[in-house]
Every structure is written in structure tokens, then in C-alpha cells.
T-cell receptor
Framework: NAGVTQTPKFQVLKTGQSMTLQCAQD?????MSWYRQDPGMGLRLIHY???????DQGEVPNGYNVSRSTTEDFPLRLLSAAPSQTSVYFC???????????FGPGTRLTVL | GQQLNQSPQSMFIQEGEDVSMNCTSS?????WLWYKQDPGEGPVLLIA?????ELTSNGRLTAQFGITRKDSFLNISASIPSDVGIYFC???????????FGKGTKLTVNP
């Protein structure tokens, strides 16, 4: 099993550009989530999903969209990037009704 | 919102020393977790605690779920250079899978 994979590993955007961060897992986990990690702030939940077709907002959802068309994939979309979205983004997954989340390697995003 | 207060923010220790860090909250949680993050990597789960008062070990790591369900601590015994990294506590009220994370403790081990 590859576990949780994320692409790209690094990305530089200009203000106003859009892009999609990809996340996939091959563990058949129902629960998937996106976090951002900023210095001194720990990990903050952006959006999460408890299964295909179901998504919900986390602590910091503004400026981000998600969809969950399959169990395996949970992409995160930035429609109009802003410098405040410069961060490291982590995707995680877990079986439903457990709290033991498995994290991907992260995407390091810089918005100029 | 719910917050976890993790301390200390950073620690500088000598190889072989024991380490202790803790996490507190004003809210009650039903699950406490400890993760480690190596530079450039995602967090990796170290220990999961599901019962108040529970004491669980994983090699040189020991963690406890506080009786009040509002705190947890992590101890590392006989530290080695590969223990370097950022340690995060996380907690959940269970079932909803929404984890709340502390801000991390950055550990540096001098050989």
C-alpha cells in the first residue's frame, strides 16, 4: 500500500491563480481531511469528508473548495490564490469512527 | 473554539536524557493522540489513548490520558538523536473524527 499520497510536493503560484492539490489514499478509508500547517500555529483543519459525496468545513475553510467523488480521492482547490495561503498542506485519512489519522507527505505552497 | 495548550514550545536536551511534554485543554476529550513530525514529512502517529487514566507505552515512549480527560503527557526515556522533530498532541471527542491539534513541541537532541 502506498498509504496517503499528495501531489505536487512543491508549488509556487502568483496571486489570483487557481490550482488543485491532489490527495489519494489506497486504504479504503472513509474519512479524509485537509490541514494547513503554519509556523507556530500547529495543524488547522480546512475541510473534511466522511465519505464519497459528503464534505464539511473545518476551522479555516475560506478560500478553499473540496469535493469527494470517490473514496480514494479528495482534491483541494484554491480558486484565487492569496499570499495568506502560503503554507504547508497535509491530507490525512482514517477509517470511519476512529481517530487514528494517517498523513500524507505534504504540499509546500508559496503564493507570491 | 476548542484549543490544546501544548508545552513546552521547544526543548534542547543532551542525548540520554529523559523528556516530558504535556498538553492541556479546558474541554473534555475522549481520545488523545501523540504524533511526531520529522522535517519535511507529514506527522506520524506514535501513541493513541482512548480511556481516562490509561497509560500506554511504545518502546521508549510513554503517554497517559489524564483522569479529568482534559490533559495528556508524553515521556521519552533515554533520548537519542533520531528523536529530533516536532511532537504534536491531538484530541477528539470521538466519533466525529475531527481532531484538534496542539501547536507542537520542537525537540532538539545534542549528541
Amino acid at each position: 500500500n502506498a498509504g496517503v499520497t499528495q501531489t505536487p510536493k512543491f508549488q509556487v503560484l502568483k496571486t489570483g491563480q487557481s490550482m488543485t492539490l491532489q490527495c489519494a489514499q489506497d486504504m479504503n478509508h472513509e474519512y479524509m481531511s485537509w490541514y494547513r500547517q503554519d509556523p507556530g500555529m500547529g495543524l488547522r483543519l480546512i475541510h473534511y469528508s466522511v465519505g464519497a459525496g459528503i464534505t464539511d468545513q473545518g476551522e479555516v475553510p475560506n478560500g478553499y473548495n473540496v469535493s469527494r467523488s470517490t473514496t480514494e480521492d479528495f482534491p483541494l482547490r484554491l480558486l484565487s490564490a492569496a499570499p495568506s495561503q502560503t503554507s504547508v498542506y497535509f491530507c490525512a485519512s482514517s477509517p470511519l469512527w476512529t481517530d487514528t489519522q494517517y498523513f500524507g507527505p505534504g504540499t509546500r505552497l508559496t503564493v507570491l | 473554539g476548542q484549543q490544546l495548550n501544548q508545552s513546552p514550545q521547544s526543548m534542547f536536551i543532551q542525548e540520554g536524557e529523559d523528556v516530558s511534554m504535556n498538553c492541556t485543554s479546558s474541554s473534555i476529550f475522549n481520545t488523545w493522540l501523540w504524533y511526531k513530525q520529522d522535517p519535511g514529512e507529514g506527522p506520524v502517529l506514535l501513541i493513541a489513548l482512548y480511556k481516562a487514566g490509561e497509560l500506554t507505552s511504545n518502546g521508549r515512549l510513554t503517554a497517559q490520558f489524564g483522569i479529568t480527560r482534559k490533559d495528556s503527557f508524553l515521556n521519552i526515556s533515554a533520548s537519542i538523536p533520531s528523536d529530533v522533530g516536532i511532537y504534536f498532541c491531538a484530541a477528539s471527542q470521538g466519533g466525529s473524527e475531527k481532531l484538534v491539534f496542539g501547536k507542537g513541541t520542537k525537540l532538539t537532541v545534542n549528541p
